[in-house]
C-alpha cells in the first residue's frame, strides 16, 4: 500500500487508511530518515484509534504507553539504544505478546527482536513536505 500525503492535514486519512490496511496486526515497525515523520504519523494514529492524550516522542525513556478506548498503545523510539539487550530489560517481548498495539520507532536497532508478522511502514520525504508512506505485511 502506498500513500502520499501532501500536509498534515491528510494525517488522519493516511492513518485510517494504514489501520484498516493492517486488518488485526497491531505490530508496526516505522523506518524513515530524521525528521520523515515517523513520530507525527503515530501521533495520527494514536487519535483515530480515540486516544485522549496526544503522543510524545519517548526518545529519552524508550517507550510511552497510552491508553484508547480499546486498550493500550505501547510506543518504541529505539534510536538511543546500544545493544539490544536494553530491548530486553524493558521486557520488549512482553510487550510483543501483550496483543496491544505496538508503534516501533528505529526497529533496525533492534532487527533480532522483530515478531514473525507485523506491518512495515517506510517514509520518505519528497518536495514542498510531501510524504510517501510505504505499508507491507510481513
Keep these: 500500500m502506498n500513500i502520499r500525503v501532501n500536509n498534515e492535514g491528510e494525517l488522519h486519512q493516511a492513518a485510517s487508511e494504514l489501520l484498516k490496511f493492517a486488518e488485526k496486526e497491531k505490530v508496526f515497525l516505522f523506518e524513515g530518515d530524521m525528521g520523515a515523520g515517523k513520530t507525527t504519523l503515530i501521533k495520527a494514529l494514536c487519535f483515530v484509534l480515540g486516544m ?3 503522543a510524545s516522542s519517548p526518545t529519552y525513556s524508550i517507550v510511552n504507553e497510552y491508553v484508547y478506548p480499546g486498550g493500550k498503545i505501547y ?3 529505539f534510536f538511543r539504544i546500544k545493544s539490544q539487550n536494553e530491548a530486553f530489560d524493558i521486557g520488549f ?3 510483543l505478546a ?3 498495539y505496538c508503534f516501533i520507532e528505529w526497529p ?3 532487527s533480532d527482536l522483530w515478531p514473525q508478522n507485523y506491518i512495515k511502514i517506510t517514509i520518505s520525504e ?3 513536505g510531501l510524504r510517501n508512506i510505504l505499508a507491507d505485511k510481513v
Design 98 to 100: 501483550s496483543g496491544e
Design 93 to 95: 517481548e512482553e510487550y
Design 52 to 54: 485522549k492524550e496526544t
Design 75 to 77: 510506543h518504541f523510539d
Design 108 to 110: 533496525q536497532n533492534i
Design 126 to 128: 519528497g518536495e514542498n
